[in-house]
Protein backbone atom coordinates (compact mmCIF):
# COMPACT_ATOMS: atom_id res chain seq x y z
CA UNK A 1 0.00 0.00 0.00
CA UNK A 2 1.46 3.46 -1.07
CA UNK A 3 2.35 5.69 1.95
CA UNK A 4 0.35 9.45 2.44
CA UNK A 5 1.60 12.00 0.57
CA UNK A 6 2.17 15.29 3.14
CA UNK A 7 2.41 18.60 1.86
CA UNK A 8 0.97 21.73 0.90
CA UNK A 9 -0.92 23.18 -1.65
CA UNK A 10 -1.52 27.16 -1.78
CA UNK A 11 -0.74 27.18 1.69
CA UNK A 12 -2.90 24.86 2.96
CA UNK A 13 -1.61 21.33 4.57
CA UNK A 14 -2.99 18.24 3.16
CA UNK A 15 -2.43 14.45 3.69
CA UNK A 16 -3.13 12.54 0.22
CA UNK A 17 -3.91 9.04 -0.28
CA UNK A 18 -3.38 7.73 -3.54
CA UNK A 19 -6.08 5.04 -4.91
CA UNK A 20 -5.98 1.66 -3.08
CA UNK A 21 -7.61 -0.17 -5.53
CA UNK A 22 -6.78 -0.78 -8.78
CA UNK A 23 -7.26 2.28 -11.37
CA UNK A 24 -6.41 2.96 -15.15
CA UNK A 25 -6.11 6.28 -15.99
CA UNK A 26 -7.51 9.75 -14.31
CA UNK A 27 -9.42 8.95 -11.45
CA UNK A 28 -12.00 10.94 -9.31
CA UNK A 29 -11.20 13.24 -6.93
CA UNK A 30 -12.25 13.26 -2.81
CA UNK A 31 -11.77 16.03 -0.83
CA UNK A 32 -12.31 16.40 3.50
CA UNK A 33 -12.15 18.83 5.89
CA UNK A 34 -12.04 17.24 9.53
CA UNK A 35 -13.60 18.08 12.77
CA UNK A 36 -12.42 20.57 15.51
CA UNK A 37 -13.16 17.68 17.62
CA UNK A 38 -11.39 14.59 17.63
CA UNK A 39 -10.09 14.05 14.86
CA UNK A 40 -9.09 17.85 14.73
CA UNK A 41 -5.87 17.29 12.12
CA UNK A 42 -5.83 16.18 8.28
CA UNK A 43 -3.44 13.32 9.07
CA UNK A 44 -5.95 12.47 12.33
CA UNK A 45 -9.27 12.43 9.84
CA UNK A 46 -7.08 10.78 7.04
CA UNK A 47 -6.87 7.59 9.65
CA UNK A 48 -10.38 7.95 11.12
CA UNK A 49 -11.52 8.18 7.39
CA UNK A 50 -9.39 6.34 4.84
CA UNK A 51 -12.38 5.48 2.26
CA UNK A 52 -10.10 2.60 0.84
CA UNK A 53 -12.37 1.07 -0.86
CA UNK A 54 -13.18 4.62 -3.44
CA UNK A 55 -10.68 4.19 -6.40
CA UNK A 56 -10.22 8.32 -6.19
CA UNK A 57 -7.69 10.34 -4.73
CA UNK A 58 -8.28 11.37 -1.20
CA UNK A 59 -6.82 14.63 0.21
CA UNK A 60 -7.55 15.47 3.26
CA UNK A 61 -6.97 19.17 3.97
CA UNK A 62 -5.99 20.77 7.27
CA UNK A 63 -8.75 23.31 8.45
CA UNK A 64 -7.51 26.64 9.44
CA UNK A 65 -5.05 26.93 12.72
CA UNK A 66 -5.07 23.25 13.04
CA UNK A 67 -2.32 20.78 12.32
CA UNK A 68 0.81 22.35 10.78
CA UNK A 69 -0.64 25.85 10.77
CA UNK A 70 -1.66 25.51 14.62
CA UNK A 71 -0.47 28.27 16.73
CA UNK A 72 1.81 28.24 19.43
CA UNK A 73 -0.66 28.24 22.02
CA UNK A 74 -2.39 24.73 20.01
CA UNK A 75 -5.99 23.78 20.08
CA UNK A 76 -6.39 26.15 23.21
CA UNK A 77 -5.86 29.22 20.63
CA UNK A 78 -9.50 27.65 19.18
CA UNK A 79 -11.04 27.77 21.79
CA UNK A 80 -9.91 31.26 22.87
CA UNK A 81 -11.71 32.14 19.97
CA UNK A 82 -15.21 30.20 20.55
CA UNK A 83 -15.13 32.27 23.74
CA UNK A 84 -14.07 35.54 22.34
CA UNK A 85 -17.08 35.42 19.83
CA UNK A 86 -18.76 32.26 19.12
CA UNK A 87 -19.57 33.44 16.06
CA UNK A 88 -17.92 36.01 14.84
CA UNK A 89 -14.59 34.81 15.98
CA UNK A 90 -14.53 31.01 15.44
CA UNK A 91 -17.86 30.28 13.20
CA UNK A 92 -17.46 32.30 10.53
CA UNK A 93 -13.84 32.95 9.99
CA UNK A 94 -13.13 29.29 10.00
CA UNK A 95 -15.66 28.63 7.60
CA UNK A 96 -14.89 31.42 5.39
CA UNK A 97 -11.22 30.67 5.38
CA UNK A 98 -11.49 27.30 4.29
CA UNK A 99 -13.84 27.65 1.39
CA UNK A 100 -12.00 30.63 0.18
CA UNK A 101 -9.15 28.96 0.16
CA UNK A 102 -10.52 25.75 -1.86
CA UNK A 103 -10.57 26.91 -5.59
CA UNK A 104 -6.32 27.82 -5.21
CA UNK A 105 -5.90 24.31 -3.52
CA UNK A 106 -7.84 22.13 -5.79
CA UNK A 107 -6.04 24.28 -8.65
CA UNK A 108 -2.55 22.82 -7.27
CA UNK A 109 -3.90 19.66 -6.73
CA UNK A 110 -5.43 18.83 -10.17
CA UNK A 111 -1.96 19.84 -11.58
CA UNK A 112 -0.12 17.67 -9.07
CA UNK A 113 -2.03 14.29 -8.58
CA UNK A 114 -3.24 12.18 -11.90
CA UNK A 115 -6.73 13.07 -11.10
CA UNK A 116 -9.84 13.76 -13.88
CA UNK A 117 -11.29 17.52 -14.14
CA UNK A 118 -14.88 16.62 -13.53
CA UNK A 119 -16.88 17.63 -10.70
CA UNK A 120 -14.98 16.64 -6.83
CA UNK A 121 -16.52 14.75 -4.28
CA UNK A 122 -15.83 16.26 -0.79
CA UNK A 123 -16.63 15.32 2.48
CA UNK A 124 -16.46 16.79 5.92
CA UNK A 125 -17.16 16.43 9.58
CA UNK A 126 -18.74 18.93 12.52
CA UNK A 127 -17.29 22.41 11.33
CA UNK A 128 -15.49 20.79 8.03
CA UNK A 129 -18.57 19.70 7.23
CA UNK A 130 -19.92 23.32 7.17
CA UNK A 131 -17.07 23.90 5.35
CA UNK A 132 -18.25 21.30 2.30
CA UNK A 133 -21.80 23.33 2.83
CA UNK A 134 -19.97 26.82 2.28
CA UNK A 135 -18.12 25.79 -0.75
CA UNK A 136 -21.72 24.11 -2.22
CA UNK A 137 -23.72 27.79 -1.30
CA UNK A 138 -20.90 29.41 -3.30
CA UNK A 139 -21.41 27.14 -6.43
CA UNK A 140 -17.50 28.09 -7.28
CA UNK A 141 -16.07 24.29 -7.82
CA UNK A 142 -18.52 21.71 -9.62
CA UNK A 143 -19.68 19.27 -7.17
CA UNK A 144 -21.42 15.53 -7.78
CA UNK A 145 -21.42 14.43 -4.24
CA UNK A 146 -21.31 15.64 -0.73
CA UNK A 147 -21.15 13.34 2.60
CA UNK A 148 -21.31 14.96 6.12
CA UNK A 149 -20.55 13.48 9.65
CA UNK A 150 -22.17 15.33 12.55
CA UNK A 151 -22.16 18.96 10.22
CA UNK A 152 -22.28 21.75 11.80
CA UNK A 153 -25.48 23.18 9.80
CA UNK A 154 -26.57 26.10 11.11
CA UNK A 155 -23.94 28.43 13.24
CA UNK A 156 -26.70 29.09 16.00
CA UNK A 157 -27.25 25.55 16.68
CA UNK A 158 -23.23 25.69 17.10
CA UNK A 159 -23.62 28.45 19.57
CA UNK A 160 -26.29 26.29 21.49
CA UNK A 161 -23.53 23.28 21.60
CA UNK A 162 -20.65 25.54 23.08
CA UNK A 163 -22.93 27.31 25.59
CA UNK A 164 -23.57 23.96 26.75
CA UNK A 165 -20.02 22.77 26.71
CA UNK A 166 -18.27 25.97 28.63
CA UNK A 167 -21.58 26.43 30.38
CA UNK A 168 -21.71 30.60 29.04
CA UNK A 169 -24.77 32.54 27.31
CA UNK A 170 -23.74 33.92 24.05
CA UNK A 171 -24.10 38.10 24.23
CA UNK A 172 -25.80 37.88 20.56
CA UNK A 173 -25.60 41.44 18.69
CA UNK A 174 -27.11 42.40 15.81
CA UNK A 175 -24.35 41.70 13.84
CA UNK A 176 -24.14 38.05 15.32
CA UNK A 177 -27.47 37.47 13.85
CA UNK A 178 -26.98 38.34 10.50
CA UNK A 179 -23.75 36.47 10.62
CA UNK A 180 -26.10 33.48 11.81
CA UNK A 181 -28.71 34.19 9.74
CA UNK A 182 -25.77 33.63 6.55
CA UNK A 183 -24.70 30.66 7.80
CA UNK A 184 -27.77 28.49 8.40
CA UNK A 185 -27.74 25.73 5.55
CA UNK A 186 -31.15 25.01 5.59
CA UNK A 187 -32.65 27.97 4.93
CA UNK A 188 -29.74 28.36 1.99
CA UNK A 189 -30.69 25.05 0.98
CA UNK A 190 -31.68 26.37 -2.28
CA UNK A 191 -27.87 27.50 -3.09
CA UNK A 192 -26.26 24.52 -1.62
CA UNK A 193 -28.77 22.44 -4.52
CA UNK A 194 -27.07 24.23 -7.28
CA UNK A 195 -25.72 21.78 -9.86
CA UNK A 196 -27.36 19.04 -8.03
CA UNK A 197 -24.88 17.46 -5.84
CA UNK A 198 -25.99 14.28 -4.24
CA UNK A 199 -25.45 15.32 -0.28
CA UNK A 200 -25.53 12.59 2.43
CA UNK A 201 -25.53 13.38 6.04
CA UNK A 202 -24.09 10.77 8.06
CA UNK A 203 -25.80 11.95 12.16
CA UNK A 204 -24.55 10.26 14.99
CA UNK A 205 -27.54 8.80 17.62
CA UNK A 206 -25.73 10.64 20.23
CA UNK A 207 -24.36 13.31 18.84
CA UNK A 208 -25.36 16.70 20.09
CA UNK A 209 -29.20 17.31 19.86
CA UNK A 210 -29.33 20.52 18.00
CA UNK A 211 -27.15 19.06 15.48
CA UNK A 212 -29.60 15.94 14.77
CA UNK A 213 -32.24 18.50 14.77
CA UNK A 214 -30.75 20.17 11.70
CA UNK A 215 -29.46 17.14 10.12
CA UNK A 216 -33.16 16.07 9.45
CA UNK A 217 -34.20 19.85 8.43
CA UNK A 218 -31.23 20.10 5.84
CA UNK A 219 -31.87 16.76 4.46
CA UNK A 220 -36.12 17.46 4.53
CA UNK A 221 -35.09 20.97 2.76
CA UNK A 222 -32.44 19.31 0.21
CA UNK A 223 -34.74 16.66 -0.66
CA UNK A 224 -36.69 19.15 -2.74
CA UNK A 225 -34.03 20.20 -4.69
CA UNK A 226 -31.42 16.59 -5.58
CA UNK A 227 -30.84 13.53 -4.12
CA UNK A 228 -30.30 13.23 -0.50
CA UNK A 229 -30.00 11.13 2.62
CA UNK A 230 -30.00 10.90 5.73
CA UNK A 231 -28.38 8.22 7.73
CA UNK A 232 -28.39 7.49 11.70
CA UNK A 233 -25.21 5.67 13.21
CA UNK A 234 -26.14 3.93 16.55
CA UNK A 235 -23.78 4.64 19.60
CA UNK A 236 -21.97 7.60 17.53
CA UNK A 237 -21.25 10.68 19.43
CA UNK A 238 -19.95 13.51 17.59
CA UNK A 239 -16.25 12.78 17.44
CA UNK A 240 -14.82 10.36 15.45
CA UNK A 241 -11.55 9.51 17.40
CA UNK A 242 -10.36 9.69 21.23
CA UNK A 243 -9.55 13.26 22.08
CA UNK A 244 -7.10 14.60 21.73
CA UNK A 245 -7.28 13.61 18.14
CA UNK A 246 -3.98 15.38 16.91
CA UNK A 247 -1.99 11.97 15.87
CA UNK A 248 -3.48 9.31 13.46
CA UNK A 249 -4.90 6.37 15.64
CA UNK A 250 -6.43 3.53 14.90
CA UNK A 251 -10.12 3.67 13.23
CA UNK A 252 -13.04 2.88 15.83
CA UNK A 253 -15.72 0.87 15.25
CA UNK A 254 -17.85 3.90 14.91
CA UNK A 255 -15.38 5.29 12.40
CA UNK A 256 -15.28 2.20 10.44
CA UNK A 257 -19.14 2.63 10.38
CA UNK A 258 -18.77 6.12 8.86
CA UNK A 259 -16.25 5.05 6.77
CA UNK A 260 -18.50 2.25 4.86
CA UNK A 261 -21.21 4.53 4.53
CA UNK A 262 -19.77 7.58 3.04
CA UNK A 263 -18.35 4.53 0.74
CA UNK A 264 -21.23 3.38 -0.35
CA UNK A 265 -22.32 6.90 -0.87
CA UNK A 266 -19.33 7.84 -2.99
CA UNK A 267 -19.42 4.96 -5.05
CA UNK A 268 -23.06 5.51 -5.77
CA UNK A 269 -22.94 9.24 -6.66
CA UNK A 270 -19.19 10.56 -7.00
CA UNK A 271 -19.29 10.21 -10.89
CA UNK A 272 -22.50 11.17 -11.22
Do not use: K
Not at 193 to 202: D, F, K, S, Y
Not at 210 to 223: I, Q, T
Amino acid sequence: MSEPIMDVAAGVPFTALPPAVPVSGPVPLVVTWHMLDAPCTDVSFAAALPLREVPAWRVHLGMPMCGRRMRAAGMQAIVDLAREDAVRSYVEPFVRQASEEFPAVLAELRARFPVDDGPVGLVGGSLGGGVVLEVLRRGRVPVSAAALVNPAIRARSLVAVLEGIFGWSYPWTEEAGVVADRLDYVAAADAVAVGRPAVLVVSGEEDHAPFRVDAVALVGALRERTVAELVTVPGLAHALAEYPGVEPAPQSASAQVVDDTITRWLLSCLRG
